[in-house]
């Protein structure tokens, strides 16, 4: 059976980023992961998408700022070729107009260069069991900042929320925090397959494009209803 990685297989990941140092340090904090490894590395988006062909990956990581082909573009490539491959991107604090383009394009999450390296292994993890992931700094900014309404207003999004089933708004709130869906599984005492049922039917119903504007959506409306 093809897909994603069997019960002991690690998650492969291929790594783009155009500071070698950075890039490093990145790869050396997933390699204290047993569950993860890193099978490429690079330097541009270019290369990146060219790993993407060459070890089909289960997540793939790009620095949003890259020379030759920036880390958006090779989203928008990767999403082209190899349809919804998990990427996170990983981001300055500030760098607001490429968080909201990335979310466009379809990345399942955004970690934070300057963030808690606990933080990198939670989002690896998160995308590669088909969840989304947002450093919680990245969450507050698209909030204070208002970005979060380019998607979805809030009480747009209050109003989507309150379509929702109550099991659904479970399910939903989950998804802002971040979880995938075997924690959302643990966490609701419901089999995996009800929560994927569940999710496609979130998606439907809140207009929602991929579990990224699904999380928008839940942070939203949690603002909303306080």
């Known amino acids: 059976m093809s897909g994603g990685p069997g019960p002991t297989a690690p998650t492969r990941v291929v790594l783009a980023d155009d500071e070698p140092l950075v890039r490093a340090g990145i790869a050396g904090i997933l390699e204290t992961d047993d569950g993860v490894r890193v099978v490429a590395q690079g330097s541009s988006g270019e290369e990146a998408v060219a790993a993407v062909r060459a070890h089909r990956p289960d997540v793939v990581l790009l620095d949003v700022r890259m020379d030759a082909m920036n880390g958006l573009e090779a989203l928008a490539e990767i999403r082209r070729t190899a349809g ?8 300055t604090f500030g760098e607001d107009a490429y968080v909201a383009e990335a979310i466009r394009l379809g990345a399942d999450g955004f970690v934070l260069k300057s963030g808690d390296p606990r933080e990198l292994l939670l989002a690896v993890h998160a995308a590669a069991a088909g969840g989304a992931y947002f450093s919680p700094a990245v969450s507050r900014r698209l909030l204070q900042t208002g970005l979060g309404t380019r998607f979805v207003a809030q009480q747009d999004a209050r109003e989507r929320f309150e379509r929702l089933t109550r099991r659904e708004q479970e399910v939903l709130a989950l998804v802002g925090d971040g979880l995938a869906n075997p924690e ?3 966490t609701l005492h419901l089999a995996e397959g009800t929560v994927k049922v569940h999710i496609t039917s979130i998606l439907r119903t809140t207009g929602a494009r991929n579990r990224v504007e699904a999380a928008l959506i839940a942070a939203q409306a949690r603002t909303a209803l306080q």
């Open 184 to 186: 959302i599984a643990a």
């Open 84 to 91: 919804h491959l998990p990427c996170l991107m990983v981001t």
